[in-house]
């Protein structure tokens, strides 16, 4: 089985400072790593994702993570976030040639002026 | 304009009835999926379709039941056996590539039982 975990419920931030939303995963197959963004009531959208390839992966926004395999990490960054980035955000994996897809208990990312 | 259409936004249940939420997609999707988000845990996956006529249960199935008689059409219906049926249903689809591609998302149901 498959999970994925975020260990931070709540990030608070100041306005142009830097951020790192943490995201662990476990799993016995190969898997899809992804980060979404939800705001207020709304559905997902998708911020990166990474394949295979290159580690460091650059999404919208200003948003990047980089893929750890030896620790089974996929943290989401950005160097100096606005006030508009205050959201939930959730990882997400999904398992290789299937279409399940689990989500992360996601993070409160609130931004202030 | 393509996307996935969730419909009722809000929804009312009494208690000890089946209610169905509906979700269409004209994005020519083979693979939808049914997610129940609360406070603080997340989403979780109650159930997805990679083809027409079939679907898999997700984590937490018990108490749902879906139907996938058409590619553009996966509608969820929360039974009397769900025991906390109160939540914010979302539901998405991807192109169903073994799991490679974005999911695209509803703007979601607010289930409410009174």
């Known amino acids: 089985a498959q999970s994925v975990t975020q260990l931070d419920s709540q990030v608070p931030v100041f306005e142009e400072a830097p951020v790192e939303l943490r995201c662990n995963y476990s799993s016995s197959v190969s898997v899809y790593l992804f980060w979404y963004v939800q705001y207020p009531n709304q559905g997902l959208q998708l911020l990166l994702k990474y394949l295979s390839g290159s580690t460091l992966v650059k999404g919208i926004n200003g948003f990047e993570a980089e893929f750890n395999k030896s620790q089974t990490s996929f943290h989401l960054r950005k160097p100096s976030v606005h006030i508009s980035d205050t959201a939930e955000y959730f990882c997400a994996v999904s398992v290789l040639n299937t279409d399940k897809l689990i989500f992360g208990t996601g993070t409160r990312l609130q931004v202030f002026p | 304009d393509g996307g996935i259409t969730q419909s009722p936004k809000y929804l009312f249940r009494k208690e000890g009835q089946n209610v169905t939420l509906s979700c269409e997609q004209n994005l020519n999707h083979d693979a939808m999926y049914w997610y129940r988000q609360d406070p603080g845990q997340g989403l979780r996956l109650i159930y997805y379709s990679q083809i027409v006529n079939d679907f898999q249960k997700g984590d937490i199935a018990e108490g749902y039941s879906v139907s996938r008689e058409k590619k553009e059409s996966f509608p969820l219906t929360v039974t009397s056996a769900q025991k906390n049926p109160t939540a914010f249903y979302l539901c998405?689809?991807?192109?169903?590539?073994?799991?490679?591609?974005?999911?695209?998302f509803g703007q979601g149901t607010r289930l409410t039982v009174v």
């Open positions: 998405a689809s991807s192109d169903g590539t073994g799991g490679s591609t974005e999911a695209f």
